[in-house]
């Protein structure tokens, strides 16, 4: 059963880049890599996606290894309105298959 | 921006009555989903719906739920009688053109 890990919890200072990694070792070749984001009572929130090498945007930056097995989630200079649970969730082939959520991790940013 | 649109925010319901949570996806989206999350779990997948029909549901969506588009614009989702354990927050969610899955803000049910 295809699935992805990642760190439980971090902490972090405010102003500093949290860099989260998630494994994601039995992605499949048409498979994009998605980040989301969630604060409390509110819905996932759709952050970041790539498919090799790197992605940048107004949020975030993606980086994804050449063997596409980890993507690392890249938070520049966080602020405490980044106190959130942090999402690269399993999307299966085809673009519009469900997502499959883990518990994600929870970054505290500390002021 | 467009966005997803769910009523109600809060929904309180007695055990065994029948609920309709109300979702409006963005207006040129084709995939539609509902997830809940139980307060202090992940998110759970219970449906997709595509072309007037259901694409996939888990295990969680037996016959006590249904999903319907009634209109072009809405994309509801019924439970028949509600249990203690349906209490928890349910997203909708459409898909945008790059596969990204916007979602709502949420209905919070709580079943007494």
């Known amino acids: 059963l295809a699935k992805t890990t990642q760190p439980i919890s971090m902490d972090s200072y405010e102003g500093q880049e949290v860099n989260i990694t998630c494994s994601h070792n039995n992605i499949a070749t048409n498979d994009y890599i998605t980040w989301y984001q969630q604060f409390p009572s509110q819905g996932p929130r759709f952050i970041i996606q790539g498919y090799k090498t790197k992605v940048t945007n107004e949020v975030a930056s993606l980086f994804i290894p050449a063997d596409r097995k980890s993507s690392t989630l890249s938070l520049p200079r966080v602020s405490l309105s980044d106190t959130a649970v942090y999402y690269c969730?399993?999307?299966?082939?085809?673009?519009?298959?469900?997502?499959?959520f883990g518990i994600g991790t929870k970054l505290q940013v500390i002021p | 921006e467009p966005e997803v649109t769910q009523t109600p925010s809060h929904q309180v319901t007695q055990m065994g009555q029948e609920v309709i949570l109300r979702c409006v996806p963005i207006s040129n989206h084709l995939y539609f989903y509902w997830y809940r999350q139980i307060l202090g779990q992940k998110v759970e997948f219970l449906v997709s719906f595509y072309n007037n029909e259901i694409s996939e549901k888990s295990e969680i969506f037996d016959d006590q739920f249904s999903v319907e588009r009634p209109d072009g614009s809405n994309f509801t989702l019924k439970i028949r009688s509600t249990k203690l354990e349906d209490s928890a927050m349910y997203f909708c969610a459409s898909l945008g053109d790059t596969y990204e899955q916007y979602f709502g803000p949420g209905t919070r049910l709580t079943v007494t």
């Open positions: 969730p399993f999307s299966g082939s085809g673009g519009y298959q469900k997502v499959t």
